[in-house]
């Protein structure tokens, strides 16, 4: 029997040999999903060796292929047993193998009886992405690096896997420029709770836009990973959470799937989707000197012959309104017929000019500023960004610069975001009140801590207290949502809310509405109905505990009334305390601040 066969090199070796000339592989196929469009976007192939034996596993059976010499035959046949079972199956999208380098220095792929075998097969080259194997050992001047160019050319898609292992893989995607990038499991594990590594895929998502490539997250276990890779920007994912490796995989999008990547997660690195980045922009934005609509087309192209390294012109009419941009190649692809300089040299540069350009308000979010880089066409990219102050000319912004802007605000977030809600931390909070009351505008906040929640968390366990601290941060994010608001995560069970719109003691009463409706979730009947539940106090002695609830401690801050967020969390720490002394769920608003505590009066009516 196949189960039977013994470990001992020399039997391996003859059982190798019988699985190359009998064909004695399995495949199984994983779906990798796009987690934007919620569509199955391809399978990677995975090859099985005969089921029970010691080279059922792919290392196995690789490492025996491996010290026989015979490599590249045994990938050409898990290759050929792949095509037939994907192609038998007629599964959607594309297919994903994993290739040695042997295959590659023997010009498998590019051999005509290959190519003819994918065309018996209705296979397109274009439908299989190679996976490049020990990809760190595929050098330069190599007949495997020349052959993975050749393909590429061919029309078959290729990438690299196991993305942040070694600088090799980096090198690699730098001369070969593949079309996917799949992020090593081990980035991927435990992503949730881990800032660092949040940053690290964040950092490759940015790369990878500049190398127009794809990223695919592998191994992804845990519906909190999966959605976390989703709200960072990750395109696609593969992993047991989704659907484990199977002889006949689904052929569309689950409906577990959807639950699970439409489900509400707090919103990633809140600081950098609602701080302002006026000062940045303004010092990166270029003072290039506009023109008049009115001015000659005439005197623009001879300013672009002046100036060499000039890109785009902006235009802004006699009240300083910024209305379009005269990009250096867009004005010579339109001109670059004979004659047509001589037509329109005299006519107003307002007639060539584009209007549909990049804007960027300075007062704009991060949030918005990466959407507006999401949206930007190739002649956005080489016609810059129109910088304005209330749709007034300030400046011309690079595009490059732009993303760059971004990055690094998303990087400085990460590194101070709480690793269980993403929420920005302490550093990040602080520095908000700081820009707050630096720019004199009067806003509230409010300290917002549970209760009871300790001994929730000995009784229950972490994990669930994990989920308690994150339903009061979804229903914070779901109350708090306008620009005006910001939310961050002083630590445990312990959030900050500051907000510049109206509103706010309705608001911060409808949090506590919320959260005390919803929280009754994590309690049978009996335990609602006896409004508690019994554990062991700090002494180890039998007590009754109320159900969590919510205490809020709200600071009206009038314009000029304090002079750093230190003055402000000492009066937050004392009104919490307050709040925290009424039964309940409860709120408590500092009244001694008359002025303000009128304004909010008027604006709860």
């Known amino acids: ?126 439908r299989l992405v190679l996976e490049l194997l020990e990809s760190d050992e595929l050098l330069e001047q190599t007949r495997g690096f020349d052959e993975a160019q050749n393909l590429h050319r061919l029309g078959y898609g290729l990438a690299l896997d196991d993305l942040g292992q070694g600088f090799g893989r980096f090198t690699l995607w730098q001369r070969l420029h593949p079309r996917y990038l799949k992020i090593d499991r081990a980035f991927c594990s435990n992503l949730s709770s881990d800032s660092l590594k949040i940053a690290f895929i964040r950092s490759m998502l940015l790369m990878a836009e500049a190398s127009q490539s794809w990223v695919i997250a592998e191994g992804v276990e845990t519906e909190r990973d999966l959605r976390v890779l989703r709200d960072i920007g990750v395109q696609m994912a593969q992993g047991y959470v989704l659907e484990a490796p199977s002889a006949e995989p ?107 350009v990049l804007r960027l308000d300075i007062k704009s979010s991060l949030h918005q500023a990466s959407n507006l880089i999401a949206d930007a066409s190739f002649r956005h990219a080489t016609e810059g960004v129109l910088v304005t102050d209330q749709g007034l000319f300030r400046g011309l912004l690079l595009v490059g610069d732009l993303l760059r802007l971004v990055s690094e605000f998303q990087m400085r977030a990460a ?42 968390n000995d009784k229950f366990g972490y994990r669930m207290g994990d989920e308690v601290i994150l339903l009061l941060a979804s229903v914070l994010q779901a109350v708090f949502c306008t620009d005006g608001d910001f939310i961050g995560h002083i630590g445990g069970d312990d959030f900050m809310v500051l907000t510049t719109a109206a509103g706010a003691p309705a608001r911060l009463q409808q949090v506590l509405d919320r959260f005390g409706a919803d929280v009754l979730r994590f309690f049978d009947q009996a335990t609602q109905r006896a409004g508690g539940y019994e554990a062991e106090n ?68």
């Open 415 to 456: 590194r101070y975001a709480n690793p269980l809600t993403l929420l920005p931390g302490n550093v990040p909070i602080n520095e908000q009140i700081d820009r707050l009351l630096a720019a004199g505008t009067p806003f509230v906040a409010a300290y917002c801590d549970l209760d009871h929640f300790k001994p929730f």
């Open 538 to 605: 700090r002494r180890g002695e039998p007590q009754f505990f109320p159900l969590p609830s919510l205490s809020i401690g709200a600071l009206p801050v009038p314009a000029q009334a304090f002079e750093s967020h230190r003055d402000i969390a000492a009066l937050l720490v004392e009104l919490k305390k307050t709040a925290k002394q009424i039964p309940g769920n409860a709120l408590f608003i500092d009244r001694r601040h008359y002025a303000a505590d009128q304004q909010l009066r008027q604006a709860a009516r």
């Open 250 to 356: 689904s052929r569309d999008v689950r409906t577990a799937w959807h639950h699970c990547l439409d489900a509400e997660q707090p919103q990633p690195y809140a600081l950098a989707s609602r701080g302002s980045i006026e000062q940045s922009v303004l010092a990166l934005a270029r003072p290039i000197p506009a023109v008049s609509p009115a001015c000659k087309l005439e005197e623009v192209l001879r300013r672009f012959d002046r100036q060499p390294d000039l890109m785009s012109v902006p235009v802004v009419d006699a009240t300083g309104r910024a209305l379009g941009i005269i990009n250096r190649y867009v004005l010579a692809d339109r001109l670059w017929r004979p004659h047509v300089r001589d037509l329109f040299g005299n006519k107003p540069c307002s007639q060539v000019m584009s209007a549909d």
């Open 1 to 126: 029997m196949l189960s039977l066969i013994d470990s001992n090199p020399g039997y391996q070796a003859i059982f190798l040999q019988r699985i190359l000339r009998e064909g004695l592989l399995r495949v199984e196929f994983q779906p990798i999903v796009d987690l934007r469009g919620r569509s199955i976007h391809a399978y990677e192939a995975l090859i099985r060796g005969p089921q029970g034996s010691t080279l059922e596993r792919p290392h196995a059976l690789f490492a025996a292929a491996r010290g026989a010499h015979r490599l590249a035959e045994l990938d050409a046949l898990c290759v050929h047993t792949s095509l037939h079972a994907f192609a038998r199956q007629q599964l959607p999208g594309l297919l994903f193998l994993n290739i040695t380098r042997a295959l590659f220095d023997c010009g498998w792929f590019s051999q005509p009886q290959t190519l003819d075998l994918l065309q018996r097969l209705h296979l397109e080259p274009s």
